[in-house]
């Protein structure tokens, strides 16, 4: 069975600010984990993934995750947020033996000016 | 070039009537994707299909709830019965194959079920 927790509803942040966007996951083999980003009306965009090899993946619009084997978490970040980065988030994991991925619950970024 | 095409992109109808969705993946994409989106909940998986491969049907809610994928190519997902509880965005999405890749969503379409 694969699963994941997206534990914010919602995250706050300033313009200029670092952001993190938190994720966790449950698999019983080895984990392939995706984040997408959804604007309002439209449909979900591919930011980036994880595979295999590199723990820190690089993205679209300057995001980036950190895989974490051992807290089993593909946190997202971004050095500096934009007003534009305010969105909705989903992380999703698929099992390796899996076609389907799991998406999570959703985290709302709201980025202030 | 065209991304996944659904239409229409908002369907209102009265309880009890059979609807049908339609998604157009991405030319040459072997997998496609029926997820639905409810307020709140996140990305619920419904169906899979792959190449000719017998679909996944394992996250159907219910016998009212079927799809078609023809020739390989354009999927439709069929309601029968509205219930206002299916009231939510039904997101269609597409993938070259069945490796790690990423999916290709549509706009989706908003069903209202009054």
């Known amino acids: 069975a694969q699963s994941v927790a997206q534990p914010e509803d919602q995250v706050n942040v300033a313009e200029g600010n670092p952001l993190t966007v938190k994720c966790t996951y449950s698999?019983?083999?080895?984990?392939?984990l995706f984040w997408y980003v959804q604007y309002p009306n439209r449909g979900l965009q591919f930011l980036l993934k994880?595979?295999?090899?590199?723990?820190l993946v690089k993205g679209s619009y300057g995001f980036e995750a950190e895989f974490n084997k051992s807290q089993t978490s593909f946190h997202l970040k971004k050095p500096s947020a934009l007003v534009s980065d305010s969105a909705l988030y989903f992380c999703?994991?698929?099992?390796?033996?899996?076609?389907?991925?799991?998406f999570g619950r959703g985290t709302s970024l709201i980025v202030h000016p | 070039g065209a991304g996944v095409s659904q239409s229409p992109s908002n369907k209102v109808t009265e309880k009890g009537k059979d609807v049908e969705l339609r998604c157009d993946p991405i030319?040459?994409?072997?997998?496609l994707y029926w997820y639905r989106q409810s307020l709140g909940q996140g990305l619920e998986f419904l169906i899979y299909?792959?190449?000719?491969?017998?679909?996944?049907k394992s996250g159907l809610p219910s016998d009212r709830f079927s799809a078609e994928r023809t020739g390989g190519s354009v999927s439709t997902l069929t309601i029968q019965r509205t219930q206002q509880e299916d009231s939510a965005v039904y997101l269609c999405?597409?993938?070259?194959?069945?490796?790690?890749?990423?999916?290709?969503f549509g706009s989706g379409t908003q069903l209202s079920v009054l």
């Open positions: 999405a597409s993938s070259l194959a069945r490796g790690p890749e990423k999916l290709f």
């Open positions: 698999v019983s083999g080895n984990p392939y």
């Open positions: 994880y595979i295999t090899g590199d723990n």
């Open positions: 999703a994991v698929r099992d390796g033996g899996s076609y389907i991925p799991t």
């Open positions: 030319s040459g994409h072997t997998a």
């Open positions: 299909f792959q190449g000719n491969s017998a679909p996944d």
